[in-house]
């Protein structure tokens, strides 16, 4: 995430002055992805080039909030006017506007828990997602290395949420440096 400074939290930021509640890996995540995605396709037809399950909930095995996360990748993220206005009118509520960290755009569901990002076609932020989640798929000491982060730093009380996830920066980009390490050998 950019600077909070250049965040706009439409509707007001969030505070969350509490633990981070993990629950242990739920094997219907993967289906609630698919319901979801096929809810946004259906809403925003070929203007959605592409829908993957992000986050921890989509690693099997893997603790997580109970939140699914979503990348939905349009043609330019700035472009509002392409994509909000259908999502919106599906019930998708529009939080967050990052216009200088990769023009990201995070949606609320309009039923399920989900956080829905949105990127330009072609930002690197989309294969950095990919690449760690993948990793975690694969390689179960990197799994375990990042769970136990998640374990230990959910027993602190946190302001916001995006602390928390601020906090686990370090192991997850190490994670993705030997990922792509390894990708190059």
């Not at 969350?16 to 509640?21: A, C, L, V």
Request: glycine share 6%; proline share 6%; hydrophobic share 40%.
């Amino acid at each position: 995430m950019s600077d909070p400074a250049s965040v706009e939290w439409v509707g007001g930021r969030p505070v969350h002055n509490d633990r981070i509640r993990l629950v242990d890996y739920d094997p219907r995540w993967p289906e609630e992805f698919e319901s979801e995605a096929g809810r946004i396709r259906a809403v925003l037809g070929p203007r959605a080039l592409r829908l993957e399950h992000i986050g921890s909930t989509s690693v099997p095995g893997l603790m997580a909030k109970p939140i699914i996360d979503i990348c939905l990748v349009v043609v330019d993220s700035s472009d509002e006017q392409s994509y909000v206005p259908a999502l919106e009118a599906a019930g998708y509520v529009l939080r967050i506007r990052e216009p200088d960290w990769h023009e990201h755009r995070l949606f609320k569901g309009p039923g399920a828990d989900i956080n829905l990002h949105v990127y330009s076609d072609g930002s690197e932020e989309i294969d950095r997602n990919l690449l760690f989640r993948d990793r975690l798929r694969a390689d179960p000491a990197e799994r375990d290395l990042y769970a136990q982060t998640k374990r230990d730093l959910s027993q602190r009380t946190w302001r916001f949420v995006q602390d928390y996830a601020d906090a686990k920066t370090d192991v997850v980009e190490a994670i993705i440096a030997r990922a792509r390490a390894e990708a190059q050998r």
